[in-house]
């Protein structure tokens, strides 16, 4: 079908006049009446019956680089598939499952459209007027633009930090606020009605983070920062509320980022923190196609979520736990109310499933919690496991569970070692590999597993031990607080948080941030040895990051970067009683984030990225190794083309923050409809986005056609 757009007023009158001049004449209208001047090139876009299109206009014209937004509540979960329009202000909505929706339109400087109920097969024109005032335009901005108008202390206020203002910086972004939380958006720049009465602000905003169950942990990361932020937080909110405005503005999508589909569901309840999804095997990601996709629900529930994209059905399955006197989250207090949920302790796993990764044969594997703290014997000194008798270790907060859709079972892996995330390397053992570790990197030979049963013969851990003698043999070692030793290897604490096996040479990096500035790091499996990595200014704060299938690491910084790591640019020795972390700055390069800075730094960004992915076999149809970066604060990710940054935003409902994403391939000869990346909502507060008490957790697939219209 072909729909004709603006100029068609112009076509129809003419029309009508030619067929008025054809009825009297009696005569070919073609013939009798004589074309009239040229007008503008009409628009031209073709629908199938599954689409909705039009175009969006103001008193200003055509509007381009707007979120056109079809919405529905026909089906089990939310549903919304949003788009982007071109540069004429046209759009295509693709592929909409039979349904009723409401069409609205949402743009930076618009005020939101009048929703219009519509079918697919339809065409809605939707008119747009701009906001009132430069107010009301600035509450769709993102939460960057926002959260730059915070002050930053000076230096005298940071003495008790060694790291002055950028460990302040990284502290707050990976360790405080932000690392939990989207700082910024409307939940958080605002004071809630609640804490209203306490003056001055300060002491408001000590009454506030000390809310619910996480207020103990949220007042110990500020009191680390010696109170600091306590003071820049009032300031900030009374600014606000005094009707102070973001110094500067988005730029709508525009290029690639019109090309954009995004589809939202939602899963799990409004009380649910859900952290990481996995729905396909990193290593073949054409594993489990149009398959179900499983999330995991740190801290909050051991109701594990389950989403059918198909049919748009989400359901949970019940994790268990091996011992009957595993801890709660439950037993974790609320330090005082919170202004959504008073005294309810609305938290309670003992699982406390932090991250999910799908297998080779579609089994979901967790890092969960199965018992308490104490490990079993053979984790210990004394036993003749070979892990323990070269480092023995006595306690773990978190093991690993196993879930098999096809059956329902879930099954129990003892770890000796506690784990965080995890990745499978590509080895005849399907290897997992974990982090969280602490002191040790750990994994499972999974095969042996399978086989067994045995989860004692199965697991092994290492230290990480710098070959500071230079012999390449994992000797004798110095402990972390001795000075090195020429004749001995040196022990360094690896708190691996990334982990991520080298497809290119099969040795397992990770990422480490604390202390500052973070670290990367690698361990060779064949040798037992390790390597360690401090980025240079000015880049620091590492937190989540990954490896392309080339081993160069990618990394998302506190700095306000992404940071590039590749170690084959290293030009001193990569042993020795020297490369003890800064033996090879020439291997790092840094790439500002998108996105505006502090007013008090030259040249930066605010952005705090939580994690950085990499498209290693180009799920997202933009080029295999292409790092994928969560804007946190800028509703969406970030993705690396061709040495340039684009922006993806999810912008209804307003809030989305992510920890994590990961891509399918669902069909390899559908182009881009086979094709794409799931990404979670990870925010520990699903009732800070738009719509406040009762917003779900999301899951968005991302998807890039070839134009704005495709279809």
């Known amino acids: 079908m072909n729909i004709r757009y603006k100029s068609l007023s112009v076509w129809f009158v003419y029309a009508s006049f030619l067929l008025v001049t054809a009825c009297d004449s009696g005569t070919s209208p073609v013939q009798e009446v004589s074309k009239p001047e040229p007008v503008a090139e009409v628009p031209v876009i073709n629908i199938d019956t599954d689409d909705i299109a039009g175009m969006v206009s103001s008193s200003k014209g055509p509007e381009a680089g707007v979120w056109v937004i079809?919405?529905?509540?026909?089906?089990?979960?939310?549903?919304?598939?949003?788009?982007?329009?071109?540069?004429?202000?046209?759009?295509?909505?693709?592929?909409?499952?039979?349904?009723?929706?409401?069409?609205?339109?949402?743009?930076?400087?618009?005020?939101?459209?009048?929703?219009?109920?519509?079918?697919?097969?339809?065409?809605?024109?939707?008119?747009?007027?701009?906001?009132?005032?430069?107010?009301?335009?600035?509450?769709?901005?993102?939460?960057?633009?926002?959260?730059?108008?915070?002050?930053?202390?000076?230096?005298?206020?940071?003495?008790?930090?060694?790291?002055?203002?950028?460990?302040?910086?990284?502290?707050?972004?990976?360790?405080?606020?932000?690392?939990?939380?989207?700082?910024?958006?409307?939940?958080?720049?605002?004071?809630?009605?609640?804490?209203?009465?306490?003056?001055p602000s300060i002491a408001a905003w000590a009454r506030r983070i000390s809310s619910g169950q996480a207020g103990g942990n949220m007042a110990e990361r500020v009191g680390e920062l010696g109170g600091v932020p306590l003071k820049y937080l009032a300031d900030w909110t009374d600014r606000i509320a005094a009707g102070e405005l973001p110094s500067t503005s988005p730029q709508r999508p525009a290029g690639l980022e019109q090309n954009v589909v995004?589809?939202?569901?939602?899963?799990?309840?409004?009380?649910?923190?859900?952290?990481?999804?996995?729905?396909?095997?990193?290593?073949?990601?054409t594993v489990n196609a149009n398959g179900r996709l499983y999330g995991s629900p740190e801290l909050s529930t051991d109701e594990f979520p389950v989403l059918d994209p198909v049919a748009n059905i989400a359901t949970t399955f019940t994790a268990q736990v091996r011992d009957a006197d595993t801890p709660t989250t439950a037993d974790d207090p609320v330090v005082a109310p919170s202004a959504y949920w008073g005294n309810e302790v609305i938290w309670n796993s003992k699982a406390n499933a932090h991250n999910p990764m799908l297998d080779q044969t579609g089994r979901v594997w967790y890092t969960a919690r199965i018992r308490g703290r104490d490990n079993p014997d053979?984790?210990?000194?004394?036993?003749?496991?070979?892990?323990a008798k070269l480092?023995?270790?006595?306690?773990?907060?978190?093991?690993?569970?196993?879930?098999?859709?096809?059956?329902?079972?879930?099954?129990?892996?003892?770890?000796?070692?506690?784990?965080?995330?995890?990745?499978?390397?590509?080895?005849?053992?399907?290897?997992?590999?974990?982090?969280?570790?602490?002191?040790?990197?750990?994994?499972?030979?999974?095969?042996?597993?399978?086989?067994?049963?045995?989860?004692?013969?199965?697991v092994a851990w290492s230290p990480l031990i710098l070959d500071t003698n230079g012999n390449g043999v994992r000797d004798q070692w110095v402990e972390p607080n001795e000075e090195i030793n020429p004749k001995l290897d040196k022990r360094i604490r690896p708190g691996y948080y990334a982990v991520m096996p080298n497809p290119a040479d099969g040795s397992v990096w990770g990422s480490s941030n604390n202390p500052?500035?973070?670290?990367?790091?690698?361990?060779?499996?064949?040798?037992?040895?390790?390597?360690?990595?401090?980025?240079?200014?000015?880049?620091?704060?590492?937190?989540?990051?990954?490896?392309?299938?080339?081993?160069?690491?990618?990394?998302?910084?506190?700095?306000?970067?992404?940071?590039?790591?590749?170690?084959?640019?290293?030009?001193?020795?990569?042993?020795?009683?020297?490369?003890t972390g800064n033996h090879c700055p020439e291997g790092w390069a840094f790439h500002q984030l998108p996105g505006p800075g502090f007013a008090d730094l030259?040249?930066?960004?605010?952005?705090?990225?939580?994690?950085?992915?990499?498209?290693?076999?180009?799920?997202?149809?933009?080029?295999?190794?292409?790092?994928?970066?969560?804007?946190?604060?800028?509703?969406?990710?970030?993705?690396?083309?061709?040495?340039?940054?684009?922006?993806?935003?999810?912008?209804?409902?307003?809030?989305f923050y992510t920890k994590g994403l990961e891509g399918r391939i669902d069909d390899a000869a559908a182009g881009w409809k086979g094709r794409g990346i799931w990404v979670p909502s990870g925010d520990r507060t699903p009732w800070h986005k738009e719509g406040g008490k009762g917003t779900k957790p999301l899951v968005v697939h991302m998807q890039m056609r070839p134009d704005p219209l495709a279809k």
């Open 516 to 579: 500052y500035p973070g670290a990367l790091l690698r361990f060779d499996p064949a040798t037992g040895l390790g390597e360690i990595f401090i980025p240079p200014l000015p880049g620091f704060g590492i937190r989540g990051a990954d490896i392309d299938r080339n081993g160069v690491v990618w990394a998302s910084m506190g700095s306000g970067h992404l940071g590039e790591f590749d170690r084959s640019k290293c030009k001193g020795p990569l042993n020795g009683p020297l490369a």
């Open 262 to 285: 995004l589809t939202i569901r939602d899963w799990a309840s409004e009380k649910t923190y859900l952290h990481d999804l996995s729905g396909t095997d990193r290593r073949n990601p």
């Open 70 to 199: 079809a919405e529905t509540t026909d089906f089990a979960t939310r549903y919304a598939k949003i788009v982007v329009t071109d540069d004429q202000g046209r759009y295509l909505i693709p592929d909409l499952p039979k349904a009723k929706y409401s069409v609205w339109v949402r743009g930076y400087g618009l005020t939101d459209s009048v929703k219009t109920t519509a079918v697919p097969g339809g065409l809605v024109d939707v008119s747009v007027t701009p906001a009132a005032d430069a107010k009301a335009a600035a509450e769709l901005y993102p939460a960057a633009y926002w959260y730059a108008m915070m002050k930053l202390p000076k230096s005298e206020e940071l003495k008790g930090v060694p790291g002055g203002l950028n460990e302040y910086i990284a502290s707050m972004k990976n360790l405080g606020c932000v690392g939990c939380h989207q700082l910024g958006n409307k939940a958080t720049r605002t004071m809630p009605d609640e804490f209203h009465q306490i003056s």
């Open 378 to 387: 053979f984790c210990k000194k004394g036993s003749e496991h070979p892990s």
């Open 602 to 655: 030259p040249d930066n960004s605010v952005e705090s990225s939580y994690y950085t992915w990499v498209d290693q076999h180009d799920t997202f149809g933009l080029g295999a190794n292409v790092p994928i970066v969560t804007g946190n604060l800028a509703d969406g990710v970030h993705v690396l083309v061709e040495g340039n940054f684009i922006t993806l935003r999810v912008p209804y409902p307003l809030g």
């Open 391 to 458: 480092f023995p270790v006595n306690t773990s907060n978190r093991q690993i569970a196993v879930y098999d859709p096809v059956s329902g079972k879930y099954t129990f892996v003892d770890t000796c070692f506690s784990t965080h995330h995890l990745q499978f390397s590509e080895d005849q053992n399907n290897t997992l590999w974990t982090s969280g570790g602490g002191d040790v990197i750990g994994w499972v030979d999974t095969k042996k597993f399978d086989e067994t049963g045995d989860a004692e013969a199965a």
